[in-house]
């Protein structure tokens, strides 16, 4: 299913910002720290089962049930 990745990264920022824009951009510079660029998915994008994998890890980190 094309745009998993995108979809869970704008549920792991939506969940931690709560609407703060400060904590959607720390959480989005966090996510960019551990490899995951929310500008380089989208809505079409190809799903990778390791990115997958590696956003569910950091959403259990963050407390984010995806």
Do not use: C
Not at 11 to 32: F, M, N, P, Y
Not at 36 to 54: C, N, Q, R, W
């Amino acid at each position: 299913m094309a745009g998993q990745i995108h979809r869970m990264v704008e549920k792991i920022v939506q969940e931690r910002s709560q609407g703060d824009i400060t904590i959607a951009h720390l959480t989005k510079a966090k996510l960019a720290l551990r490899g995951i660029l929310f500008s380089k998915y989208s809505a079409t994008s190809d799903d990778d089962p390791h990115v997958i994998e590696k956003l569910r890890q950091i959403a259990a980190e963050l407390g984010v049930k995806l």
